[in-house]
Each structure stands twice: as C-alpha cells, then as structure tokens.
C-alpha cells in the first residue's frame, strides 16, 4: 500500500508537534513504542501530502510522498 | 643564506616565521613580544605580493582561538604573547594538544607572578613544559638563546608542529626578543599545500569530512583516544631531545642552563676555566623532552643550575641525576639578570664546597 | 511518485542527542537542507559551540569545527582568515554566545569578520541543567535562580540582534523564530540569506537570532514551550529584521 508519510521509528522522539500542525489533523500517538520509549506517529487516510509534518519535526524523522 | 643583518630578535624571528610560510598572524600586544606582531602587521601592508593576514585580536584568549581555527584549516599559523597571555591561552593549549592541531605559539617571559615586570625571567618554565592546561598532554617546549638560534628554530618549529600535529612553544624571553644581534635571516622553506594535512578543515565535498572536537565518547573512547596522544607524546619524548654540551668531559662542574641565561653562564664558564676551574655547561634547547640522559650522564659531578627563576628546571634536573645532593641552584627573581661574575663567584662557591 | 519530503543527505545516521521539542533539532534540519539544496559540502566549514549542540559535528558530513566555549568567532575568523573563499558557518547558543563569549562576538562584529552566525535563544543554558542565562526572562525560574530572575541581582534579559544591528560592521541582524510552519520557512530563508551575503563577499558579520523552544529547560512540554514563546519570550524579543545592508 502506498505510503505517503513515512516515520522513521529510530529517530522519533514523541514530540508531538508533526500532530499538533497536521492541517488535516491526519497524524496522532502510535501505540507502537520504539526502543527509546516514545509512540512514533501514525497517519491516516486524511493526509494529503502537504509535508508540514516533515517540516516541523526536529528530528527529520518523517518523510513524506506523494503519488 | 644571506648576509648577516643587525636585528632585534622578535622582529628577526618574525621576518623567519614569514620566510618558513607562516602568513597567518593573530595576536595581542604584551610586553616584550608586541614587536612580532607589529613586524607582522607591516609586513602584511608594506608587502601585499606575500598575502600576509595579521588580525589584533582583543584578548588573548580569541588569538589563541583564531590561531586554532587557521591552524586547523591546513595553514601554518601563530601567535606570540607573554607569561600574562600564555596563562589566559592555556585552556586553548590543552585543547589544540588534544585536537591535534599544529599551531606554534612564542613565549616571551617575563617576570611575574601576576603582571610584574617586563624584563627577562624564566618563570613559565613549569607552565610551558609540565603544561598549564588542563589534562594530560604535552607540546615540544624549544628554548633559543641567540637571535640566530630563534630564527632557525621558529622555521624548525612549524615543521616539527606538523610532524607531531601538536603544538610547539617557543620559550624565550624580554633579553633574547629586544636585544639586536647579527643574524644570518634563514631563507624561504618549502610550505605544504594546506589541503595536504591530515584533518585539515579545507571543505570535504564527497570526500571524508574532518572533525575537530575534544569530547569524548564514554570512557573507553576517550581512553582510546588520551592512549593515542601518549604514544605520540612518547615518540616525541624519544626522537626530540635537543641541547648543546660545552666542555663537559673534563668538567669538575657542570652548568645548566638556558636561553639568555645560558649566555651569562657561557662568559661565567670561560672566566672560570681562566682561573683554573674546570666548568662546562649542558644547555637544554628542548625543555621538553627535558635532555635527561645527558644530564645524567655528568650526575657524578657538580651541576649548578642557573635560572631566571626561584627554581623550575632544577627538580627536571633533580629527577634526572641519581645523587640530589650534587644538585645546586643560583636563582635571580624580579628581571634582572646574574652578571658573569655572579654566576663565577657562585661557581666557586660550589667548588669550594 | 513524487518524493515531498526526505531527511537531508547531508545528515549522518545517528540520532540527536536533543530532547524531544528541541529548537536545535528544527534549525539543524534546515541548515543541512540548505547545504544539500545549495551544494555546500565543499564550500562550507561549519564550527560549533560548546553547549548542547556541542555534539551535532558528528551529524554532518561537512568538515567541523567545535570550538572552545565562547570561541566561535574568533576561530571562525581564523578560519575565514586562512581560508576566504570558503562559507563559515557558525553556530552558537546563549552561554556561548552571550556569556563565555560575549568578547568574541562583539570584535568578530566590530571587525565586520565575513561571518554567518545562527545564534539559538532559548532564555536558559541548557546542556548543563538548565541554569540562568543572560537571556532569561525576568521572572523566569532557572536553577540558579529558583525564584525567577530578578533584576536586583542579575540585571536584564540581553537583546543580541538589536545591540549587533548598532554596529557598522555588521550587514544583517534579524530575529525569528520556529515555533510553527510559516516560521519554520520564514527561518529557513533567513538563514539562507546570511550565507548568501557572506558568500557573495560583498558584506560584514551576518547575524540571526532564532528564538528556541527548551522543553526539559523550561520544564514543561514541547507543545507548550512553542506557546510559551508567543506568550512570554517576544515581548522581550521582538521578531524582526533590525538590519538589512543589502535592502538599504
């Protein structure tokens, strides 16, 4: 299945903000956790791609894709 | 080599360090080294073909820094200060030692402690040669005693500098930098392309990209890493000793000394075998590697060591002589300096004893 | 497929040493796209503060230089110096800048060194525990100040881009800050801009102020330390470009 925004686990920290400012409100606490400890994000079919998640994560833990 | 030019020894050494390469000047003016950076800042206007780059720095605390960063670019580069800014640049001697990087820094001393006075001494001789930074580490310390000798080592220093990618301090003081001497200016030297050194900052592109950090990884990097530096101090230790004997093998009493105090006990040595006494001398000119076996090696005769100091070389010669006892001192504190006959009658004194 | 957004190949593998929320985190980030978008591993030598970015060397594939604590500028104008051609880039927090080295950045400026400093505000020193800054707010509560700083005794929040902007050899002094998407590409533009003018030679010291949210220094969460920002830090810290050689 495509994926249009792609967490890296390692890198994601829990921070919060790709959820806080996802215009779609697309994004929201994984219930994953990575090694750390922290939820990686998980993304639903709302996204469109716009890539304001990557843009505001401080760990450049998200990629983004558009088909 | 050229002829001989009548000139005062910080501008002299200057005029070598350019010749050796070293365009890069950044210092802050003291007593009695402000004349190499004054000798620097002509040059760079009065001989733009050279590219001379001299920056005043305002403490030095930034010049030791600028000095790092132009070191660390593959640059020969240098600063000269004296015991007041060697105290503030000891933060930045600890560092670059442990950087690896090859910058040449000149003492000039004076008498201290605190700004004291601007005549000779020799009082940051523990500060330059046990280092006065923190942590373990080491630099070549090289002591001149003529103009000459400052000329031919300050190009020798760059080289060694790189050799060890480690900093080298030059130890002289007020006499050696303003007096003026005939001096045979040593010439150009070949100067290696900056991108050439090892880590150099030179802008890595594709390629590997250098690193300039002293923090540590955890204990067992950082062990690693100070086990490195030691074998590398200890190749030092091994292949750069450097000193001068004067009449030793016949010698009843054996001087040691060092720089412009050297010279006084070079008169006082050739006044004494006029009368009879059979002194010699061993003149270190690398303070660090201290010349320990040479000055072991005359432990079963007199030795009086002659400082600028209340006594600092002495517990190097101390360590390095089985009997203490043969171990004398003649001190002088406050800027000046022992005449001949002082350090004669001091002389007898010990042979009388 | 159409690739929006992928990590800057400038990055190397390891994860931060930041907390989650960091300032330092969004700014690196947009500093290496800007090297891959710009092509700067050649041109480029960076050099680092001591404090908490004091490892972020080892995130990038770019020759580094971390400096001693408030040395930056001055090894950065040893650097630029020696080597002209090539883009310095410099990067300081507020012990660094502000205090240990408040020396360096203030000659680097009246020299007019060909510099480009980012300079992190986040009110507080952060790699060592969170104590006073000479950038905390008044009121604001630190470890060396548990009852909030107080004027009395430790005097008052200094403003670094407005005093830069003052001097003749500086050509760029701004403030901005990271604290939503707009800001972040605003930033990012901002900090292109003071590359940019250091590479085209024609300018002095280029400055941006970035002010930063410090969750664990702060001691709330990342989301409310953005909020804290609008709340509390602009007041003290007006955002704006103070300086502009170019548009004048």
């Known amino acids: 299945m495509f994926k249009k925004v792609v967490v890296d686990p390692v890198h994601c920290k829990e921070c919060g903000y790709c959820i806080k400012f996802c215009p779609k409100g697309a994004l929201s606490k994984g219930t994953e956790l990575n090694k750390k400890g922290y939820h990686p994000p998980v993304v639903n079919d709302d996204c469109v791609s716009c890539g304001t998640c990557a843009l505001v994560c401080p760990d450049a833990a998200i990629s983004v894709y558009k088909e | 080599m050229e002829k001989r030019v009548f000139m005062e020894g910080n501008e002299a050494m200057a005029e070598a360090a350019i010749r050796a390469g070293c365009k890069l000047f950044f210092g802050y003016p003291i007593t009695p080294a402000t004349e190499v950076l004054e000798y620097y800042a002509r040059a760079m206007a009065e001989r733009p073909e050279e590219e001379i780059m001299v920056v005043q720095a305002e403490t030095e605390l930034a010049a030791f820094s600028m000095v790092a960063g132009a070191a660390a670019s593959g640059n020969r580069a240098m600063t000269a200060t004296s015991g007041p800014g060697f105290s503030l640049g000891q933060e930045s001697m600890s560092f670059m030692s442990a950087a690896e990087i090859p910058a040449v820094v000149v003492d000039s001393m004076r008498p201290g402690p605190g700004d004291g006075e601007i005549l000779p001494a020799q009082g940051d001789y523990f500060q330059a040669v046990k280092g006065g930074g923190h942590g373990d580490y080491n630099t070549l310390v090289l002591a001149p005693y003529s103009i000459q000798e400052m000329c031919d080592l300050i190009q020798e220093a760059f080289v060694l500098a790189e050799k060890y990618c480690n900093p080298v301090v030059m130890l002289v003081d007020s006499t050696l930098s303003k007096m003026r001497e005939a001096v045979a200016l040593p010439g150009y030297t070949e100067v290696p392309d900056p991108d050439s050194k090892p880590n150099a900052l030179r802008g890595c592109g594709k390629e590997e990209s250098h690193h300039i950090i002293t923090s540590g990884d955890g204990a067992v990097q950082w062990g690693e890493y100070n086990d490195m530096l030691q074998e590398k101090f200890k190749k030092m230790r091994e292949n750069e000793v450097r000193y001068e004997s004067y009449e030793v093998e016949d010698a009843d009493i054996v001087m040691v000394a060092y720089g412009s105090m050297a010279r006084v006990c070079q008169s006082a040595m050739r006044m004494a075998r006029e009368k009879g006494i059979k002194a010699g001398m061993i003149r270190p000119i690398s303070l660090w590697p201290f010349p320990k076996e040479a000055i072991a090696a005359v432990g079963d005769k007199k030795i009086l060591v002659c400082e600028l100091s209340a006594g600092q070389m002495v517990e190097d010669v101390q360590l390095s002589v089985k009997d203490r006892d043969n171990v004398y001192f003649h001190g002088k504190l406050g800027g000046a300096t022992p005449t001949a006959d002082d350090i004669l009658s001091k002389i007898e004194e010990v042979i009388g004893a | 497929m159409k690739t929006v957004y992928e990590k800057p190949a400038v990055f190397k593998e390891a994860v931060t040493n930041y907390c989650a929320g960091c300032g330092h985190g969004i700014v690196s980030k947009l500093i290496a796209e800007l090297i891959d978008e710009m092509d700067l591993q050649e041109k480029g030598i960076m050099v680092w503060p001591v ?198």
């Open chain 3, 51 to 248: 404090g908490c970015s004091v490892l972020s060397d080892r995130y990038f594939k770019m020759d580094t230089f971390v400096a001693m604590h408030g040395r930056a500028p001055a090894t950065a104008t040893g650097i630029k110096r020696a080597r002209p051609d090539k883009l310095v880039m410099v990067y300081q927090g507020d012990g660094d800048l502000v205090s240990e080295g408040m020396a360096e950045i203030m000659h680097a400026a009246i020299r007019g060194e060909k510099l480009s400093i980012v300079f992190i505000n986040n009110a507080i020193f952060g790699m060592t525990g969170g104590q006073m800054a000479a950038t905390t707010l008044i009121g604001q509560t630190a470890s060396t100040a548990p009852l909030g700083r107080k004027t009395e005794t430790s005097g008052y929040p200094m403003r670094m881009a407005e005093t830069l902007a003052t001097m003749p050899g500086v050509s760029y002094s701004a403030r901005c800050t990271i604290n939503t998407p707009a800001r972040i590409r605003e930033c990012k533009k901002m900090i292109k801009k003071i590359y940019e003018m250091q590479m085209s030679d024609q300018h002095g010291l280029c400055f941006l102020e970035i002010l930063s949210p410090c969750p664990t220094g702060w001691n709330t969460t990342p989301v409310n330390a953005l909020d804290w920002i609008d709340e509390k830090m602009v007041e003290t810290y007006p955002l704006g470009l103070f300086k502009d050689e170019e548009s004048e």
